[in-house]
T-cell receptor
Framework: DQQVKQNSPSLSVQEGRISILNCDYT??????FLWYKKYPAEGPTFLIS?????DKNEDGRFTVFLNKSAKHLSLHIVPSQPGDSAVYFC?????????????FGTGTRLTIIP | DTAVSQTPKYLVTQMGNDKSIKCEQN?????MYWYKQDSKKFLKIMFS???????INETVPNRFSPKSPDKAHLNLHINSLELGDSAVYFC????????????FGNGTRLTVT
Protein backbone atom coordinates (compact mmCIF):
# COMPACT_ATOMS: atom_id res chain seq x y z
CA ASP A 1 0.00 0.00 0.00
CA GLN A 2 1.96 2.96 -1.33
CA GLN A 3 0.62 5.98 0.51
CA VAL A 4 3.14 8.42 -0.98
CA LYS A 5 3.70 8.21 -4.71
CA GLN A 6 6.22 9.83 -6.97
CA ASN A 7 5.07 8.68 -10.38
CA SER A 8 8.00 10.05 -12.35
CA PRO A 9 11.11 7.97 -11.70
CA SER A 10 13.25 10.46 -13.60
CA LEU A 11 13.25 14.00 -14.95
CA SER A 12 15.73 15.91 -17.12
CA VAL A 13 15.78 19.70 -17.16
CA GLN A 14 18.00 22.24 -18.88
CA GLU A 15 20.23 24.30 -16.61
CA GLY A 16 18.59 27.62 -15.75
CA ARG A 17 15.05 26.33 -16.33
CA ILE A 18 12.48 25.37 -13.72
CA SER A 19 12.40 21.83 -12.34
CA ILE A 20 9.03 20.60 -11.06
CA LEU A 21 8.90 17.39 -9.05
CA ASN A 22 5.53 15.96 -8.15
CA CYS A 23 4.23 13.88 -5.29
CA ASP A 24 0.78 12.45 -4.52
CA TYR A 25 -0.49 10.98 -1.28
CA THR A 26 -3.51 8.94 -0.34
CA UNK A 27 -3.67 9.12 3.45
CA UNK A 28 -5.88 12.02 4.56
CA UNK A 29 -4.24 11.92 8.00
CA UNK A 30 -1.00 13.25 6.52
CA UNK A 31 -0.58 16.92 7.33
CA UNK A 32 3.15 17.51 7.31
CA PHE A 33 5.29 17.02 4.23
CA LEU A 34 9.00 17.09 3.54
CA TRP A 35 11.39 16.83 0.63
CA TYR A 36 14.75 15.15 0.95
CA LYS A 37 17.57 15.20 -1.59
CA LYS A 38 19.99 12.34 -2.08
CA TYR A 39 23.32 12.19 -3.90
CA PRO A 40 24.83 8.81 -4.88
CA ALA A 41 26.55 6.95 -2.03
CA GLU A 42 25.22 9.45 0.50
CA GLY A 43 22.23 9.54 2.80
CA PRO A 44 19.20 11.74 2.11
CA THR A 45 19.43 15.33 3.33
CA PHE A 46 16.49 17.47 4.38
CA LEU A 47 15.57 20.15 1.86
CA ILE A 48 12.27 21.83 2.71
CA SER A 49 8.99 21.10 4.48
CA UNK A 50 5.42 22.32 4.58
CA UNK A 51 2.58 22.03 7.04
CA UNK A 52 -0.99 21.59 5.90
CA UNK A 53 -1.94 25.00 7.29
CA UNK A 54 0.02 26.50 4.40
CA ASP A 55 -0.19 26.01 0.67
CA LYS A 56 3.28 27.31 -0.14
CA ASN A 57 6.69 27.43 1.48
CA GLU A 58 9.74 29.02 -0.07
CA ASP A 59 13.44 28.74 0.71
CA GLY A 60 15.73 30.38 -1.79
CA ARG A 61 15.48 28.58 -5.12
CA PHE A 62 13.20 25.91 -3.65
CA THR A 63 9.44 26.25 -3.27
CA VAL A 64 7.01 23.57 -2.18
CA PHE A 65 3.33 23.85 -3.07
CA LEU A 66 0.60 21.87 -1.34
CA ASN A 67 -2.86 21.19 -2.75
CA LYS A 68 -4.73 19.45 0.04
CA SER A 69 -7.92 18.87 -1.90
CA ALA A 70 -5.98 17.06 -4.62
CA LYS A 71 -3.64 15.40 -2.12
CA HIS A 72 -0.76 16.64 -4.21
CA LEU A 73 2.45 18.51 -3.56
CA SER A 74 5.19 19.70 -5.81
CA LEU A 75 8.73 20.97 -5.45
CA HIS A 76 9.84 23.77 -7.74
CA ILE A 77 13.52 24.53 -8.26
CA VAL A 78 14.30 27.71 -10.12
CA PRO A 79 16.71 28.30 -11.65
CA SER A 80 17.95 24.72 -11.86
CA GLN A 81 21.68 24.21 -11.40
CA PRO A 82 23.95 21.22 -12.16
CA GLY A 83 24.41 20.62 -8.42
CA ASP A 84 20.68 19.97 -8.18
CA SER A 85 21.14 16.67 -10.01
CA ALA A 86 20.14 14.11 -7.38
CA VAL A 87 17.28 11.85 -6.30
CA TYR A 88 14.46 13.73 -4.57
CA PHE A 89 12.25 11.96 -2.04
CA CYS A 90 8.88 13.22 -0.94
CA UNK A 91 7.83 12.22 2.59
CA UNK A 92 4.72 12.67 4.69
CA UNK A 93 3.54 12.20 8.25
CA UNK A 94 0.69 13.17 10.53
CA UNK A 95 1.53 16.20 12.65
CA UNK A 96 2.22 14.96 16.14
CA UNK A 97 3.18 11.52 14.91
CA UNK A 98 6.61 12.58 13.82
CA UNK A 99 9.33 10.60 12.22
CA UNK A 100 8.07 7.26 13.51
CA UNK A 101 5.23 7.50 11.00
CA UNK A 102 7.18 9.20 8.21
CA UNK A 103 6.33 7.61 4.86
CA PHE A 104 8.62 8.11 1.89
CA GLY A 105 7.96 8.01 -1.83
CA THR A 106 10.29 6.05 -4.10
CA GLY A 107 12.08 9.13 -5.38
CA THR A 108 12.54 11.04 -8.63
CA ARG A 109 15.98 11.23 -10.21
CA LEU A 110 16.54 14.78 -11.44
CA THR A 111 19.23 15.40 -14.02
CA ILE A 112 20.17 18.98 -14.86
CA ILE A 113 21.60 19.27 -18.35
CA PRO A 114 24.34 21.92 -18.66
CA ASP B 1 33.30 16.32 10.59
CA THR B 2 30.60 13.77 9.84
CA ALA B 3 27.34 14.30 11.71
CA VAL B 4 25.93 10.77 11.40
CA SER B 5 28.45 8.08 10.59
CA GLN B 6 27.83 4.40 10.05
CA THR B 7 30.21 1.52 9.44
CA PRO B 8 30.86 -0.47 7.42
CA LYS B 9 29.92 1.14 4.12
CA TYR B 10 29.71 -2.24 2.41
CA LEU B 11 29.02 -5.62 3.98
CA VAL B 12 29.02 -8.89 2.06
CA THR B 13 28.21 -12.04 4.00
CA GLN B 14 26.68 -15.46 3.67
CA MET B 15 23.24 -16.64 4.63
CA GLY B 16 22.93 -17.69 8.23
CA ASN B 17 25.66 -15.39 9.53
CA ASP B 18 25.20 -12.78 12.25
CA LYS B 19 26.39 -9.24 11.55
CA SER B 20 26.31 -5.77 13.06
CA ILE B 21 26.23 -2.27 11.64
CA LYS B 22 27.41 0.59 13.84
CA CYS B 23 26.05 4.11 13.92
CA GLU B 24 27.19 7.21 15.76
CA GLN B 25 25.89 10.77 15.73
CA ASN B 26 27.66 13.86 17.05
CA UNK B 27 24.70 16.23 16.71
CA UNK B 28 23.47 15.85 20.27
CA UNK B 29 20.16 14.51 18.99
CA UNK B 30 17.76 12.69 21.27
CA UNK B 31 16.38 10.15 18.82
CA MET B 32 18.06 7.71 16.45
CA TYR B 33 16.58 5.51 13.75
CA TRP B 34 17.31 2.69 11.39
CA TYR B 35 15.82 2.72 7.89
CA LYS B 36 15.95 0.08 5.17
CA GLN B 37 15.93 0.92 1.47
CA ASP B 38 14.98 -2.15 -0.52
CA SER B 39 15.53 -3.02 -4.17
CA LYS B 40 12.40 -1.09 -5.14
CA LYS B 41 13.87 2.03 -3.51
CA PHE B 42 11.29 2.15 -0.74
CA LEU B 43 12.80 3.80 2.34
CA LYS B 44 11.08 2.31 5.37
CA ILE B 45 11.60 2.83 9.06
CA MET B 46 12.71 -0.17 11.08
CA PHE B 47 13.26 1.30 14.54
CA SER B 48 13.26 4.58 16.35
CA UNK B 49 14.91 4.93 19.74
CA UNK B 50 15.45 7.57 22.35
CA UNK B 51 16.66 7.07 25.86
CA UNK B 52 13.15 6.34 26.99
CA UNK B 53 11.46 4.40 24.29
CA UNK B 54 12.11 1.91 21.52
CA UNK B 55 9.53 1.89 18.76
CA ILE B 56 9.67 -1.04 16.45
CA ASN B 57 8.04 -1.29 13.04
CA GLU B 58 5.90 -4.37 13.41
CA THR B 59 6.97 -5.70 10.02
CA VAL B 60 10.61 -6.03 11.07
CA PRO B 61 11.62 -9.64 11.86
CA ASN B 62 12.90 -10.21 15.37
CA ARG B 63 16.23 -11.30 13.87
CA PHE B 64 16.91 -7.56 13.75
CA SER B 65 17.68 -5.86 17.04
CA PRO B 66 18.88 -2.34 17.82
CA LYS B 67 21.32 -1.79 20.65
CA SER B 68 22.13 1.60 22.10
CA PRO B 69 25.11 1.79 24.46
CA ASP B 70 24.54 5.52 24.87
CA LYS B 71 22.61 8.43 23.41
CA ALA B 72 25.07 8.94 20.56
CA HIS B 73 25.12 5.36 19.30
CA LEU B 74 22.55 2.99 17.86
CA ASN B 75 23.90 -0.24 16.44
CA LEU B 76 21.93 -2.74 14.38
CA HIS B 77 22.42 -6.45 14.97
CA ILE B 78 21.11 -8.96 12.49
CA ASN B 79 20.99 -12.68 13.26
CA SER B 80 20.66 -15.57 10.83
CA LEU B 81 20.92 -13.39 7.73
CA GLU B 82 18.66 -14.22 4.79
CA LEU B 83 18.90 -13.36 1.10
CA GLY B 84 15.97 -10.95 1.47
CA ASP B 85 17.93 -8.89 3.98
CA SER B 86 20.08 -7.55 1.14
CA ALA B 87 19.41 -3.81 1.05
CA VAL B 88 20.90 -0.46 1.95
CA TYR B 89 20.50 0.35 5.64
CA PHE B 90 20.51 3.98 6.76
CA CYS B 91 21.00 5.24 10.25
CA UNK B 92 19.46 8.64 11.08
CA UNK B 93 18.98 10.97 14.01
CA UNK B 94 16.78 13.91 14.90
CA UNK B 95 15.87 16.17 17.76
CA UNK B 96 12.93 15.08 19.85
CA UNK B 97 9.74 16.56 18.44
CA UNK B 98 7.27 15.63 15.75
CA UNK B 99 8.61 17.69 12.88
CA UNK B 100 12.34 17.62 13.41
CA UNK B 101 14.11 16.75 10.15
CA UNK B 102 16.10 13.56 9.93
CA UNK B 103 19.87 13.59 9.50
CA PHE B 104 20.97 10.46 7.69
CA GLY B 105 24.23 8.57 7.56
CA ASN B 106 25.65 7.53 4.19
CA GLY B 107 24.21 4.04 4.31
CA THR B 108 25.53 0.48 4.55
CA ARG B 109 25.00 -1.72 1.53
CA LEU B 110 24.41 -5.24 2.81
CA THR B 111 24.67 -8.13 0.37
CA VAL B 112 23.73 -11.59 1.55
CA THR B 113 24.91 -14.44 -0.68
Amino acid sequence: DQQVKQNSPSLSVQEGRISILNCDYTNSMFDYFLWYKKYPAEGPTFLISISSIKDKNEDGRFTVFLNKSAKHLSLHIVPSQPGDSAVYFCAATGEGFGNEKLTFGTGTRLTIIP
Amino acid sequence: DTAVSQTPKYLVTQMGNDKSIKCEQNLGHDTMYWYKQDSKKFLKIMFSYNNKELIINETVPNRFSPKSPDKAHLNLHINSLELGDSAVYFCASSQLGPNSPLHFGNGTRLTVT
